[in-house]
């Protein structure tokens, strides 16, 4: 028996050195030393970050709904006093004035923070010095593993988070029976540890507020009125504590608990202490379990919340005593079904395939590796599933993985750009189930957002503000005026349902969506205002984080009618219109909404050829700024098109200016501008300038990259992976009003590849190949009867479809 243990082991190890030369595993010869380090797994709604460390494994755990504080108290923000006001100093030129008022009367305060769960730790008994180490993410199968050999024992652990079973779910394997270890739960939040003889529990409360923020920055942008966790009535500061828990809080927060479930092979596993003992076992399984009492953005998970408990039993019910060997095969099966969709190949050499993960990343610059830009784009589809799966939260801005109680940005969703961008890749790489928690978090915005539109600015329809959490935070947030005041997040977010429409022709999905975009068509259609020139403008609007220079050199940020404020309604109104015609349905509201389109204000070119940003030209502040929001209509948008080459070409120009080397998220949205610009010389500079080494160990501002885990970097913020796997998309694939473009955008050095099952708008399926940096063939498979032109540089072929049919298309 041991001895065919031990070739089974062997053969296992073989299997594991050689699926990490494999193009889809990423692969290293050492632990990570840091968190932004470890490999990621999830199920959608756990998340979990694995070391690898062959003498105590940290597994740190997220669950989605773990969010600081409470629902939002609405904070009697009214603009509508102050509205006529503003107008009139901006039509005087009076920008900073106007700027000065909204920053005193209209700011908010931040918003709560998503919070990490737990850590699981594996104490092993062994510390002695360990050979032939390899961590591992295999994203064929979304399992990490971790092989190494001990006093002449093969060890390995493999970790995955299962949807099916809804656990992270860890297996130790031993090629004799010498695994023997602690294992325990901890947290940072203060906790109670239980246990009986089957399971070890961790219960706790997650802070009743958690506040970035000090007291002398709310004093700075006088918001001591609406906090009252720091300030009484009089505006003295009554504590300082960033970190607030329930205790001094009426009790407030969410409560959480974790259950860990081990079973065992040979030698003896027992529990005492609250924690799980192994002594000289074969195997061991260990089951992690989290719920939290979260019961909707509007229900107090403190006082009418979810019992953790009866959910970590609901959960334990649905495993049923499975051997590891049946949970690992459904836990493939079911991840497979969405990753196996699409495949992506480029050649590389083989001293490149024998290379570390991060030996080539460090050496990217050296020697182009594409298979390296493979393993980012379809790490990109990875994260997607692992993130953003049925009923649960969407992907926030470190997705579903963070280890800080005052996490980066709050680890909230950013809605001028971020939480867009994570999902721009949920249609094209055939991941549109992964795009449901978007929606379940639009509905629930729009449900907020009527209230907003009527208290806030006296108006019909439904709008929200750039940043919330979990608890759908409606208001403005605090800051600086240029970016805590923007009300186009819900007009921007109903793109995707419009979107997703395109893709899938699901006519039951847009006629349950359609009431959000007529209430967020509502609304834009009553904030518009005309301008002098008789042009439908914004009366109050900024462009996303961004600042100019008036005539005597003072940064200003107010206008009316910023460009991408009007690109995003115009979308939004043609999107609207089509839906209703579709859906025969509102005809006045459609005449209504077509009539003030065409008098949207036009965009506009400046002097040195460029594209606009604000409602005049002005001199930038900072003309290399990370965000572009002025180029939304050329991507994601598309309504700048070659077909407008005047202002076409003044996108290119902005983009120009604005240039390839900035933050990670905004050099991955570059190679999607550049793409729709047809240049794939500059797509292809953004994009390899992300592929760039970060240690997290050395603090830089602005320097984007890659953590040696592919994760975006400085800090992790994981929008910048999304992005790059949308636009490598964009380079390979774009599709618009039934014509469907092939390989618009390829890289000079791309030379031969293929890339199959991504998806066009129509629903079509379309697998390319190319060899000498040309089109060999490509299939396009359509689930509709419909017609489409397929394009590949200048040539165009017409060709009809009937339901399901694949069809090959070759270019000469």
Avoid at 437 to 457: H, Q, S, T, V, W
Wanted: include cysteine; glycine fraction near 6%; proline fraction near 5%.
């Amino acid at each position: 028996m041991k001895t065919r243990l031990i070739v089974l082991f062997t053969i296992s190890l073989c299997i594991t050195v050689s699926n990490a030369q494999s193009n889809l595993t990423l692969w290293y010869k050492s632990p990570a030393k840091v968190w932004e380090e470890a490999l990621p797994v999830g199920n959608g709604r756990m998340g979990a970050m694995v070391f690898g460390d062959p003498r105590k494994e940290r597994i740190q755990f997220n669950e989605n709904t773990l969010y600081s504080g409470e629902p939002e108290t609405p904070k009697n923000i009214n603009i509508v006093p102050d509205l006529t006001h503003i107008q009139q100093l901006l039509n005087e030129g009076k920008n900073t004035e106007a700027g000065d008022i909204i920053q005193n009367k209209w700011i908010g305060r931040l918003n709560e923070a998503y919070q990490p769960f737990g850590d699981l730790y594996i104490d092993f008994d062994s510390k002695e010095a360990v050979t032939d180490y390899i961590h591992s993410l295999d994203m064929e199968n979304a399992v990490v593993t971790t092989f190494y050999k001990q006093n002449g024992v093969k060890i390995s652990r493999e970790v995955f988070a299962s949807y099916p079973a809804q656990a992270i779910i860890i297996h130790l394997k031993a090629s004799k029976p010498v695994l023997s270890f602690t294992a325990y739960l901890s947290s940072p939040h203060p906790v109670n540890n239980e246990s009986d003889s089957q399971v070890v529990y961790l219960k706790g409360q997650a802070p009743a507020h958690a506040q970035r923020r000090d007291t002398e920055h709310m004093k700075r942008f006088n918001t001591q009125r609406l906090h009252p966790e720091y300030f009484d009535a009089t505006g003295h500061i009554i504590q300082k504590k960033h970190v607030i828990y329930g205790d001094e809080m009426d009790g407030k927060g969410t409560f959480f608990e974790a259950c860990l479930l081990p079973s065992h092979k040979d030698g003896q596993l027992s529990i005492s202490n609250h924690q799980v003992t192994a002594r000289n076992c074969s195997e061991v399984t260990l089951m992690l379990y989290a719920a939290t009492s979260y019961n909707g953005p509007s229900k107090s998970p403190s006082r009418e919340g979810k019992n953790p408990h009866q959910e970590i039993i609901n959960y334990r019910k649905i495993y049923k005593g499975e051997n590891y060997i049946e949970l690992k095969r459904k836990h493939i099966i079911d991840y497979q079904s969405l990753f196996n969709r699409v495949s992506f190949s480029l050649p590389a050499s083989q001293q490149q395939k024998k290379m570390p993960t991060d030996e080539r990343l460090k050496r990217f610059k050296e020697k182009e590796d594409q298979e390296l830009l493979t393993q980012l784009f379809q790490f990109g589809r990875y994260l997607m599933i692992a993130g953003s799966r049925g009923e649960g939260q969407p992907l926030n801005l470190q997705g579903l993985w963070n280890d800080k109680i005052l996490p980066p940005w709050n680890s909230g969703y950013t809605l001028n750009i971020n939480l867009e961008m994570n999902y721009w890749p949920a249609e094209v790489t055939n991941l549109s189930e992964c795009h449901q928690p978007l929606f379940n978090l639009i509905e629930e915005i729009a449900d907020k957002g009527k209230d907003l539109a009527r208290d806030m600015y006296g108006l019909d329809g439904w709008a929200i503000h750039h940043n919330i959490s979990i608890w759908r935070e409606a208001y403005p947030s605090d800051g600086f005026v240029y970016w805590f005041f923007w009300n186009m997040s819900g007009p921007w977010l109903c793109t995707h349902i419009w979107e997703h429409y395109l893709f899938t022709k699901d006519v039951d999905f847009l006629k349950k969506y359609y009431p959000i975009l007529k209430g967020a068509a509502t609304f834009c259609s009553e904030w518009l205002v005309e301008n002098s020139k008789g042009e439908l403008v914004t009366p109050v609007s900024t462009s996303p984080e961004n600042a100019y220079l008036m005539p005597d050199n003072t940064p200003a940020s107010v206008c009316e009618g910023s460009t991408m404020d009007i690109a995003i309604i115009r979308s939004l109104f043609s999107n609207t219109i089509q839906a209703a015609e579709i859906l025969q349905t509102d005809m006045n509201f459609r005449s209504e909404l077509i009539q003030k389109r065409n008098k949207l204000k036009k965009y506009q070119i400046g002097t040195k050829g460029q594209l606009l940003e604000w409602d005049k030209e002005y001199e930038e502040n900072e003309p290399q700024h990370r965000h572009v929001s002025h180029l939304l209509g050329l991507y994601p948008g598309h309504d700048i098109t070659n077909d407008t080459p005047d202002v076409f070409n003044a996108a290119r120009k902005s983009l120009d200016i604005r240039g390839n080397k900035t933050t990670g998220w905004s050099m991955a949205w570059k190679v999607s501008l550049w793409a729709r610009l047809y240049d794939a010389s500059k797509s292809y500079e953004a994009l390899t300038n992300l592929i760039n080494y970060v240690n997290p160990k050395i603090k830089a501002e602005n320097q984007g990259g890659l953590y040696r885990n592919l994760l975006n970097a400085l800090p992790f913020q994981i929008d910048g992976n999304f992005g790059a796997t949308a636009g490598i998309a964009e380079m390979l694939l774009q599709s618009h009003n039934e014509n469907i473009h092939l390989l618009p955008a390829l890289p000079l050095t791309w030379k031969e590849g293929s890339i199959k099952g991504l998806k066009a708008r129509g629903g079509y399926t379309v697998d390319i190949e190319w060899k000498e940096g040309k089109t060999v063939v490509a299939y396009i498979t359509s689930p509709y009867k419909q017609t489409a032109n397929i394009q590949y540089k200048d040539q165009i072929i017409k060709s009809h479809f009937n339901i399901g049919e694949r069809k090959k298309i070759s270019f000469k």
